[in-house]
């Protein structure tokens, strides 16, 4: 039986239309319609209806629910164990704690690694305070941090240690590696084990250290290559006199963007940003917060450098630095910066020992190794790689194929019964916009 348009009606005196809901279910493919078109009595109709509502309303209750647990977007967590034929040695930066060789016949002061150590030396709150003014050596120190920061890159480097001095034997694989000044060192290895590792002796210089450094040492970083190394948050202190060994296994950790719930970010691959990790965007973010208040940046930061640095002993710009970070601190952090979608760590496992001093019968020299030389070996304990990865617990097409399943269970539907009943709904609409007299009666053709 044909589908009835809305010129298959019946006129009456009045001239009012007709369209036939009977006509219309009664040829359904859909049981549960076709039986209300088709029943005789009125309580036959009713009992089909009130089934149909029931089915309708368990497949919304059903879907809704569902909807609310797919909106989630909830992940699970793999873990795969690979065990790989090489694995891509990590970057190693090895920095000294004395930024700057004191030069006992000159009059430059050094300055600290840790340039935090400032906040230290003088503070918006000791001044309010009333505290005692600041003594001479912190406004040495002070002086010495200006003075630093005022400084370009070159000079900066030509001051400091020269890096054939710090590095003073260098092997990679039981090769001698080259001695070059690299932002990183990059390599791919076959083996595991001490010997198959970076081997490095370092020579600290403490004749040549400032006197405001308060440590003898330097600072190791171990880190992924495409990132920049952050001494202030991983970096390990060593210590001279030691043979420190550091044994690596490399951990990933893969995320899901957007809509999931860590929202990464693929930093590398970013447009038109310079940042390539989360620690750069923090950075950023808090040098844009102190331009924007202090309408200065914090130098000590390491990015934005050529925007206007603030004085460190300038009270001004000492107590709005202050300020800056307290509100941040107190409002929560207003950083978009969240987590990488591929970061790898190397799960450092350290231990050292004495170094035995160098053959010699020189008391001084024996001094001299024991507090300036560190030997340091990087290698992989293991080729194994662990890899923890997200993955979307409900995917879109799950979705669909549940509400497919719930329409097959309570009404028997096919997609193409499906289309069916939006083809009918659309005549009925069309019918009932497009005439005003337009009401629905059961009739006969």
């Known amino acids: 039986m044909e589908n009835p348009k809305c010129n298959s009606t019946k006129t009456t005196s009045n001239n009012q239309r007709y369209i036939s809901i009977s006509t219309l279910f009664s040829s359904s493919s859909v049981f549960v319609l076709s039986r209300i078109g088709q029943s005789k009595h009125s309580l036959g109709k009713l009992f089909w209806f009130i089934l149909l509502a029931i089915s309708v309303g368990s497949i919304s209750y059903k879907i809704r629910r ?7 977007y909830p992940v699970v967590m793999s873990l795969t164990v690979q065990q790989k034929q090489s694995l891509e ?4 930066t090895v920095c000294n704690l004395n930024r700057i060789r004191y030069n006992p016949n000159g009059d430059h002061i050094g300055t600290p690694l840790i340039i935090s ?27 010495a941090l200006k003075e630093y920061y ?16 710090l590095v003073a034997n260098c092997s990679f694989g039981s090769k001698s590696c080259s001695n070059i000044r690299l932002s990183h060192f990059v390599n791919i290895r076959y083996e595991i084990g001490v010997n198959s590792g970076l081997v490095l002796k370092l020579e600290l210089e403490q004749k040549f250290y400032s006197k405001v450094t308060h440590t003898y040492g330097g600072i190791l970083v171990i880190h992924d290559p495409s990132e920049l190394p952050n001494p202030e948050g991983h970096g390990l202190i060593l210590t001279p006199g030691y043979e420190i060994s550091v044994s690596l296994q490399q951990t990933v950790h893969r995320r899901l963007q957007s809509p999931y719930k860590d929202h990464c970010m693929e930093y590398n691959f970013k447009e038109g940003s310079f940042m390539n990790s989360k620690d750069t965007c923090v950075r950023t973010c808090m040098q844009e917060n102190n331009f924007a208040k202090c309408h200065c940046v914090e130098k000590s930061l390491g990015v934005m450098d050529n925007l206007e640095p603030c004085n460190p002993i300038n009270m001004t710009d000492v107590c709005c630095l202050d300020q800056v970070l307290q509100t941040m601190a107190k409002d929560g952090p207003p950083c978009k910066c969240p987590l990488p979608c591929t970061s790898v760590h190397y799960n450092e496992i350290i231990s050292k020992a004495y170094l035995i001093p160098e053959f010699s019968k020189s008391y001084s020299r024996k001094k001299h190794f024991m507090n300036d030389t560190v030997m340091l070996k990087i290698f992989y304990s293991t080729l194994e790689r662990h890899v923890y990865e997200q ?13 497919g399943n719930e329409l097959g269970l309570w009404f028997g539907l096919s997609m193409i019964a499906a289309l069916e009943i939006l083809e009918k709904l659309g005549l009925i609409m069309k019918c009932a916009i497009g005439r005003k007299d337009f009401f629905l009666k059961r009739s006969q053709y």
Do not use: T
């Open 391 to 403: 993955k979307p617990k409900s995917e879109l097409h799950e979705f669909l194929s549940f509400i």
């Open 66 to 72: 569902f909807w609310n647990y797919y909106s989630q």
């Open 150 to 165: 005022m400084m370009e890159e070159r000079r900066r480097y030509r001051l400091g240690h020269n890096h054939s001095d």
């Open 117 to 143: 150590e400032s906040r230290s030396l003088i503070s918006c709150k000791q001044i309010r305070n009333g505290s005692e003014p600041v003594e001479q050596a912190s406004k040495e120190k002070l002086e």
């Open 89 to 92: 040695f990590p970057a190693v």
